[in-house]
């Protein structure tokens, strides 16, 4: 991978450096500084199985990347704007931004529409959604009301970038388990899973139809030691919650925090996350 050096932002090589291009529940673009000391500055392959809007993987600008998601229309509009991201934008150029625009776009099933359609009302809704998230029902229908906010949709410079950089990485379908299936000594993986909740219980990570419970935790945790035992480098992520670390007990743990930018709620401010660390063991 390579090393972005402290106070280097954009590596010389990269005209512009591609950021998110939708706004993500759980997003890491204000804890980017944060994280970066923890990652390596050189491994085999980087793997990044939760990928969301791809702050971490942007940020990284890892050269030889293998991401996944388990939300499919989220990988369906990163395909699509590596494929042709002009026509992703031209789309967008022709949606208006009205209540009654809105509700009728959201009620489209995405499956039905063309690729380049299916990436722009992703994007579309994402904008001029309440609050800008993504979140959907338990039948999986993206559910958020109007929030007729007044922005542009994309940036085209940033679209251009994003495609760019998608062009160098690999996407895979489905649950973290299947991305990360042959991640070999050497490889190392950053894990960012919807939070754990307080309690155990998991009440509302609806990035996809099927919340992700502490059973699925459990299943990540399990997956990680398995990742250390064959000498996959990794940093997890997540709530700093009692329950949580004793989940990676016998692990290195840190804590990263970082104030946002913008939020209304003098409590949600700033940002206190855990972070459970693995250094990768050196390639054979
Ligand atoms: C906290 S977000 C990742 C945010 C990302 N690091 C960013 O900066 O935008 C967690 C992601 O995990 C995905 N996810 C949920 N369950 C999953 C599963 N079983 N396997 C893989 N991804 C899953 C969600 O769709 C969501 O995008």
């Not at 990284?60 to 002009?86: Q, S």
């Not at 229908?141 to 160098?168: H, I, Q, S, W």
């Not at 919807?194 to 059973?215: E, I, K, M, V």
Request: charged fraction near 25%; glycine fraction near 10%.
């Amino acid at each position: 991978m390579r090393h972005t050096p402290p106070g280097l932002l954009f590596p010389l090589d990269e005209p512009v450096r591609a950021k998110p291009f939708v706004k993500w529940a759980g997003g890491k673009q204000a804890l980017l500084d944060a994280l970066r000391p923890h990652f390596p500055t050189g491994c085999g392959r980087y793997f990044e199985p939760f990928l969301g809007g791809g702050s971490v993987l942007f940020g990284l600008a890892p050269d030889h990347a293998i991401v996944g998601d388990r939300n499919d229309w989220l990988l369906d509009t990163y395909e699509a704007l590596r494929e042709d991201w002009r026509a992703v934008a031209a789309v967008l150029d022709g949606l208006p931004n009205t209540k009654e625009d809105y509700l009728r776009i959201r009620a489209v099933p995405p499956e039905s529409l063309a690729p380049a359609t299916r990436a722009a009302h992703f994007i579309y809704l994402n904008k001029t959604g309440f609050r800008g998230l993504f979140r959907v029902n338990r039948a999986g229908r993206f559910n958020v009301p109007y929030g007729a906010y007044d922005r542009r949709y994309y940036d085209p410079e940033n679209l251009e970038a994003v495609a760019r950089r998608l062009g160098t990485v690999t996407i895979r379908r489905g649950d973290f388990e299947d991305v990360l299936g042959d991640a070999v000594r050497g490889d190392f993986v950053y894990l960012d899973p919807p939070y754990a909740q307080l309690g155990g219980h998991s009440d509302f990570n609806r990035y996809t139809d099927g919340p992700f419970g502490p059973a699925d935790q459990e299943r990540l945790a399990a997956r990680c030691r398995r990742l250390a035992d064959l000498g996959v480098g990794f940093v997890l992520s997540n709530h700093d919650l009692p329950w949580v670390r004793e989940l990676y007990e016998g692990f290195e743990h840190a804590v990263v925090e970082a104030r946002r930018e913008i939020n209304l709620s003098p409590s949600k401010r700033s940002i206190r996350e855990l972070l459970v660390l693995n250094p990768a063991a050196p390639e054979r």
